[in-house]
């Protein structure tokens, strides 16, 4: 195996964990409680749910084993903050801004090495300029 | 870094020639795939429309930032939350403004341009984990094809 496919096989792995952990509609609630950015305690995340405070911290752990939140300690509490990179959504998005890009340079790319300044001059005349 | 998205490019073109294909309202317009209103001009708004093949229905909207002669060109433009039609809003004030920059640099083979599009921190993050509480067809199928995946994992 080649290094990069072992790279590309390790990306896919973590984000199948992800993933994963996101599947779970409660762990998804959690997650949508800590999507203000702003982090929060155990008990804070407890409260308002039909969950003992052992079953939210399972669910953060899984969480957190998937990189998608973290723990920060404030004083004796434990916090925990989502941590955004693993999101898949906004992943794809950039996947997708990156893709065009590619895209869009390859035209460019044809339009200014077409035949250099005489292809720029045809261009010009040619019909997609008369709209 | 995840925040932004850098791309370099060297083409075998002198610096004017590619100044005017990134400059040039139509130039611009055939590669990047948009039909604008008129030309550029710093400070000034641009609009248009995509022409892309099957993202037709989405406007261009853009304010032009800087024009450097044959050295840089930037914009900022809002990017569209979503390319699907089936999510897409035609309100684009309150999507993410992302800044895009051209610089243009002569080279011995011709020019090499480096693209920049930044500001994708400034996403929200409550617009980010929206992707994941739509209720749609892209998460249920996303879902799907990562049971498949862990499931064909284990």
């Known amino acids: 195996m080649s290094e990069g496919t072992g790279k590309r096989a390790m990306g896919r792995k973590h984000q199948a964990d992800a993933f994963a952990a996101l599947g779970d509609a409660t762990r998804l609630k959690l997650v949508a409680k800590l999507a203000g950015g702003r982090p929060h305690s155990i008990s804070r995340l407890t409260r308002g749910t039909r969950m003992t405070r052992q079953a939210v911290t399972k669910h953060l752990r899984v969480l957190e084993n998937a990189g998608i939140v973290h723990r920060v300690r404030a004083g004796r509490e434990s916090l925990f903050r989502l941590d955004p990179q693993p999101m898949i959504g906004l992943k794809e998005f950039l996947n997708q801004v990156s893709e065009q890009w590619d895209q869009a340079l390859s035209r460019l790319q044809s339009l200014v090495e077409r035949e250099g300044e005489s292809g720029e001059n045809r261009a010009r005349t040619g019909d997609a300029w008369r709209a | ?154």
């Open chain 2, 1 to 154: 870094m995840e925040d932004r998205i850098e791309k370099r490019i060297e083409l075998k073109a002198p610096v004017a020639r590619v100044w005017r294909a990134v400059t040039d309202y139509r130039q611009f317009g055939e590669w990047f795939g948009v039909k604008l209103d008129g030309p550029f001009a710093a400070g000034q708004k641009s609009t248009g429309h995509i022409t892309h093949p099957g993202y037709e229905h989405l406007k261009w909207e853009a304010v032009v930032e800087k024009m450097e002669a044959e050295r840089l060109f930037s914009f900022t433009w809002s990017h569209p939350r979503s390319l699907e039609k089936a999510s897409y809003s035609s309100d684009y004030s309150k999507d993410p403004k992302t800044l895009v920059e051209f610089r243009l640099e002569e080279t011995a083979k011709g020019t090499l341009l480096t693209v920049t599009e930044s500001g994708f921190d400034g996403i929200p993050a409550d617009w980010r984990a929206e992707a994941y509480r739509r209720n749609d067809g892209g998460w249920t199928e996303q879902m799907k094809n990562i049971e498949k995946y862990v499931g064909g994992n284990r």
